[in-house]
């Protein structure tokens, strides 16, 4: 049961691992042009791998991480080839290689800098979650503008005024913005944000912002994968 509740802790915050490197699609070009659904099931190959690495069992057959994942295994089989990673026969896939493979494909080395807007409870808790440096994500700051919050350190990061977001944007070089203010505050934050030469907007607000062409979000549907989830019941 651990291994699953793993699986939907990292869904649940990243909905890691998966959405965030839908973003990342955006963020650089790929050798292979790959698609969302797939980039979710590889991030979700990549959590079962982690696991099976903890574990000490050194190959996966396409079988177990389609069992896993209540999925056909023939999927699983063609979306590693994706990888150019060859399994061993009557063996599978040595658990460490295969790892690798989805890493180097989805770029989880590229380190990808990120600042957190909004600290309220969303934004802090995604600021204590402490995987995210392994998926190349490294937040370096959260920013909100309440006198009450300012100052305050969370997971060794100091929360900033959001009128020096320009400055140390600029002085960092952050790529990503992630997101997470009260809803009516969000376009206004999402036009500071442009203004202040961010590209890459990770947004979790329940909002559609409205943004140049130049500008790539990703909005984070937290409510809407609820519904889905709980639709039968």
Same mark, same amino acid.
């Given at each position: ?26 963020y650089w070009d790929m050798e292979k042009k790959i698609s ?49 990673? #060859? ?13 690798? #493979? ?110 140049? #062409?130049?500008?790539q979000v990703w909005n984070e549907n937290l409510m809407g994968n609820f519904l889905q989830f709980t639709y039968?019941?």
């Amino acid at each position: 049961m651990f291994f699953f509740y793993k699986v939907e802790y990292f869904n649940s915050i990243i909905s890691f691992c998966f959405n965030y490197n839908i973003l990342l699609c955006y963020y650089w070009d790929m050798e292979k042009k790959i698609s969302d659904k797939v980039i979710n099931r590889l991030t979700l190959y990549h959590c079962i791998l982690t696991d099976y690495i903890d574990k000490k069992i050194e190959f996966i057959s396409s079988k177990q991480i389609a069992g896993l994942l209540n999925i056909d295994d023939s999927q699983v089989r063609k979306d590693i080839n994706l990888l150019n990673n #060859s399994g061993k026969n009557r063996v599978g896939y040595i658990v460490k290689e295969l790892k690798i #493979s989805i890493e180097k494909t989805l770029g989880f080395k590229k380190t990808k800098k990120a600042f957190i807007i909004g600290a309220g409870n969303l934004g802090t808790a995604i600021a204590n979650y402490g995987n995210f440096k392994d998926y190349g994500l490294n937040i370096l700051s959260l920013f909100d503008n309440s006198p009450e919050k300012i100052g305050k350190i969370i997971n060794g990061m100091q929360i900033q005024d959001i009128t020096r977001l320009p400055e140390i944007a600029q002085r960092e070089e952050a790529d990503i913005a992630i997101l997470t203010v009260p809803a009516r505050f969000a376009q206004s934050t999402a036009e500071f944000l442009v203004n202040s030469n961010i590209k890459y907007i990770w947004n979790f607000a329940p909002v559609v912002l409205s943004v140049p #062409s130049n500008v790539q979000v990703w909005n984070e549907n937290l409510m809407g994968n609820f519904l889905q989830f709980t639709y039968d019941i």
